[in-house]
Structures are given as structure tokens and as C-alpha cells.
């Protein structure tokens, strides 16, 4: 790209005046365009990529900071043969998998839903938005706390109040938390995720030209073939990347975890690496459970990334 | 004819239904609030006490009480204000370079900060603790939080800002400089009033997470560098009744983003789809 835009500036210049300059402007052109980018590179680099590298090779040692640990040594592959032998390890891979494709799954075909009702005119639209977007508004770890102690709660919750009053029996002994820990916590992050995929899918409805619409119901379409063959390939982008960043941001939830079972039944990847190293201080196990997660990451980035790639690829093109 | 009853049909159910989802999902934010304003003592019932008096007590022991909130929030504010700062100065030149005149493989440089923020926080977390603590000896220290949450901004900042670059038209910029208009004078007369709305859409995602971020926070602050978020946690105090003061602290420091957020929801959207959507 570099090669297309320079030659129409080195024209403009009197050459003449500054041969020497002329001979070295390819290089410091290009070294003039990349610039910029270097600072927020650099800083990347340094801030994101060095401590994974630093995990790495603490991943190969034995190294606990508990107070009768033995000094560190190399450990080869001893961590993550922990990482893959304790069961509560496995289980915590699994429930990072559950838990992300539930949350995803469900807040997508239920911001789908949501986002095509609130592509309709109707009296207080604009109000019924609002109300969807709040709960993506509230900080997560207080809506985890919240929603841990003052919704789902034994006995003084929300939940167990409502039941009462409602007339059924024993409601104030339903211990939600503690008998179904991952799906309350699927629950709370559904009801927080869906708003955000409902606003991209929105947007995307709402960048659907409507005469092409008008045109499909003239001729004849009835609304389910609109909707199959006009509407869903138009947002299909939009549903791809609500799922990609929806993916990116529950793989990594912490918050809820903490805020609402604090870990019972329900650790994934990121509690148990914060639990490995914050309360048990091993820091060679946690390091191989980080490179384990950086791993399992790795392999999702790639079809995320060729999902994202599209829409670069789409507008390179038409560049 | 069957046609126009299905119309009919739809324009009784299609708000109803909106309706109902919207008060459902909105329902767990008014009780949060409901709670916060009882007095304690009426907000842990078993069943609800939903006519109790309403009180604003638990918004002023909030700030009055030992361990007030307040520095919390100050630290909230500094550590967002000032990552979304930085951010921008270092994201919007990376985009420049991007959009305006791309540097050759521009979209290998958009995988490679995209694919940092695929990457968990968690798994570099240890390291940075380590060094914080042991190294550079900062522990608890607001500075190390506003550099994280500036590297954890910037690749979502470098996607939006040159997404909203490349709708500067390059014949624009093209002409300016033909006319010998400098580089400078290009940036503040043509690009920044066309980009403004997407600095403004940049910050308040940038602001918006990091003023929600908790991990990192909570892991490498204590009490001097202690943030809002992390606070909150702390209103746990199962000895008494607690739940009415953590409604408050929970409704408190979700407050600005609320209020951010609604006062911008177009912004919100353009922000959340990394500037897909305009």
C-alpha cells in the first residue's frame, strides 16, 4: 500500500534541490509510515506478551511461596502433569467449555430474538432499549454480588421471597447457589451478555435497506423466507461477531465466579488459576494452567480471527 | 385478508412481547436499587419486605463509616481517566498508520493486537504480580493498574479508531497535501473533525472497562490503590446485615457507566462492534 501512495508526494517535491535525500527516500519513507504504530506495539508487546513468556518458563519450575516450600528448581514437565491428573483441574477446563457455550449460545439466539422485536415501531421502543441495555451497564462484579446474595440467596433472595409468596411450599430452604452453582451463574451472565449481542445484532437489522424488504413482501415473500433469505445472511456478520467477542469475554469471566459461588462446584480456567497462586501460592501449577488456558485460547483466536478476518477482507477488497 | 390479520396480530404481540423481555431483564437492577434504599434490617427478609420505608442511609454509611468508599472511587476514577487517556495518545497515531496511509501488511498489524486481547488476562497475571511486588517493588500501587488497563484497552482502541480512520476519504487528504498543506495541518483541519465521534465512542469503552475491570485490581491492590470494584466485594460482611449497604455500593459504583452508557447508546454500539457498526 506504502508503494501506491508514495510516488504521487516524491513528485511534488523539487527533486533537484535535495539529491541526497532522494536516494534514501524509500527507506525513510516507509520508516516515516510505520512510526506511529511502534509506540502502541512496543507497548503492547512489553505489557502483554512478555509476562505470558515469563509464565512459560515459570511453567517448567517447581516454585511454591509457601512459607515450608523447598527452593525452586526445574520441574520439566511435572506441572502440567498436575494440570492434567488432578481432577479438579479437568473439571475447571470443563466448566470453562459448559459455561461458554451456554452463555454464548443462549444470549445469542436470545438477542437475535429481542433484536428483531425491537426492529418493529412500536409505543415506547425507545424506552424497552433502554431497559435491555441496563443490565450490560452494571459493573459485573456487582452484578455477581447482587445477584449472589440479593437475588439468588437462600431464603432473604429474591428468587426463594417470590416462590414464598406465590404459595409454594419450602421456598425459603431453595439453596440455588449451592445446588446448581454453574447454571445460576450461566443465568447471571446470560441476563448480562445478551444486551451487549442485542445491540450489535440491532445495529445490524437496522442497517438492512428496507426496500429491498418492501420489494421481497411485494413480491409475494412471506415473512418467515424474508427473514431466511434476506435477513439472517444480512446479519449473519453481526451474529458472527457478537459470538466472537461474546467468546472472548465469557471465556475469561472471572467475576461472576467469585462474586457468586466463590468458586463451589463451579471454578473455571481463570478462578482456578487465580486460587492456584493466590491461596495455595503454587506458582509453578498456576503457570502451567496459564499456558494451558493461553493454549486453549490459541485455538479459539484462530476461528475467531477467520470470522473477523472476513470483515477486513470484505473492506481491503473494496478499498 | 389473512395477510392484514397477521399485521394485526403482530402489532399487538410484537410490544407486549418487547415489554415483557425488557421489564424482565430489568427487574434484578430495581430490586438492587429497591434494596438499597431500605433500612438493612428490612431489606434481608424472608419474604421480601417490599413496602418498607425508604431510606438513603446506606448511601451516607457508605462514605461515612471507618472504611469509607470514597478512596475507592478516587482511585476508580484516576486509574480509568488516566489508562483512556493513554490509550488514545497511543492508539490513535497506531491507527493513523493503518488507515490513512496503510503501512504494507496493515491487517497483519490489526491481527496481532486483536489477538493480544484473545489472549486470558489470567495467564500473565502471576508474572506482573511478581515483578510489581519483588521486582519494581510497587505493590499496591494505582500506576501499575493504569498501565495494565491501558495495554488491556488498546487493541479494542486501535480497531475502533481505524475504523473510523478509514471513512476519512484519502482524496481529501490527497489534494491537501498536493496543495501544500502540512502533515500537521492535514491531522487537526481534516482527519480529527471527521474522527472526533470516534475518539468520544473509543473513550467511553475504554472508560467503561476499565473502570469494571476487577482481577487485576484485586490481585495487585490492597488498600492504597484499592478500586471501586474491588470494594464492593468487601461490603460482604456476613455478621451482619450487610445486603442493603452492598445494593447501595453495588447501585454507586455502577452509577457512571449507567449513566455513560444511556447518555451515549449510539456511541455504545459502534464502540462494542470495534467500530463494524456506524
Known sequence: ?319 | MRNWNRQRVAKIVIPIAAWLIGIIFVIPILYMVLTSLHAPQDAQTYPPSWGAPLTLENYSSLFTSANPITPALINSVITSVISTLLVLALAIPAAYALAIKPVKKWSDAMFFFLSTKMLPMVAGILPIYLFTTQVINMPDNVIVLILLYTAMNLPIAVWMMRSFLAEVPPAIIEAASIDGASTLRILTRIVAPISMPGVAATSLICFIFAWNEQLYAKVLTSVAAQTGPVFVNTLIQTEHAYLAELAAGATLISLPVLIAGFAAQDKLVQGLSLGAVK
Request: glycine content about 8%.
Open chain 1, 1 to 319: 500500500m506504502a508503494s501506491v501512495t508514495a510516488p504521487p508526494r516524491t513528485r511534488t517535491e523539487p527533486a533537484a534541490t535535495r539529491p541526497p535525500a532522494a536516494y534514501k527516500k524509500w527507506g525513510r519513507e516507509s520508516w516515516k509510515l510505520r512510526a506511529p504504530l511502534l509506540p502502541a506495539l512496543v507497548f503492547l508487546i512489553v505489557v502483554t506478551q512478555l509476562p505470558f513468556v515469563a509464565t512459560l518458563v515459570m511453567s517448567f519450575m517447581n516454585w511454591s511461596a509457601q512459607p515450608d516450600a523447598e527452593g525452586r528448581s526445574f520441574a520439566g514437565l511435572d506441572n502440567f502433569k498436575t494440570v492434567f491428573t488432578t481432577p479438579a483441574y479437568r473439571t475447571a477446563v470443563l466448566n470453562t467449555i459448559e459455561m461458554t457455550v451456554v452463555v454464548v449460545g443462549v444470549s445469542a439466539v436470545l438477542a437475535l430474538g429481542i433484536a428483531l422485536l425491537l426492529n418493529h415501531a412500536f409505543i415506547g421502543r425507545g424506552l424497552v432499549r433502554t431497559m435491555m441495555i441496563a443490565p450490560f451497564l452494571i459493573v459485573p462484579i456487582a452484578a455477581a454480588v447482587f445477584w449472589g446474595n440479593g437475588i439468588l440467596m437462600t431464603g432473604f433472595g429474591l428468587v426463594d421471597g417470590v416462590l414464598g409468596q406465590l404459595g409454594v411450599p419450602g421456598a425459603q430452604d431453595i439453596a440455588f447457589l449451592t445446588d446448581h452453582p454453574k447454571l445460576a451463574i450461566e443465568i447471571e451472565l446470560i441476563w448480562q451478555w445478551t444486551p451487549f449481542m442485542m445491540l450489535i445484532l440491532l445495529a445490524g437489522l437496522q442497517s438492512q435497506d428496507p426496500e429491498v424488504l418492501e420489494a421481497a413482501s411485494i413480491d409475494g415473500c412471506n415473512g418467515w423466507q424474508t427473514f431466511v433469505h434476506m435477513t439472517l445472511p444480512h446479519v449473519r456478520r453481526y451474529l458472527e461477531l457478537s459470538i466472537v467477542l461474546g467468546t472472548i469475554f465469557i471465556v475469561q469471566n472471572f467475576d461472576s465466579v467469585l462474586g457468586m459461588t466463590g468458586g463451589l462446584n463451579s471454578t473455571n480456567i481463570p478462578y482456578a488459576v487465580y486460587e492456584t497462586f493466590y491461596s495455595a501460592k503454587d506458582y509453578g501449577v498456576a503457570s502451567a494452567l496459564g499456558v494451558v488456558v493461553v493454549i486453549g485460547s490459541l485455538i479459539i483466536a484462530t476461528f475467531a480471527l477467520r470470522v473477523v478476518s472476513s470483515l477486513l477482507t470484505d473492506e481491503e477488497a473494496s478499498r
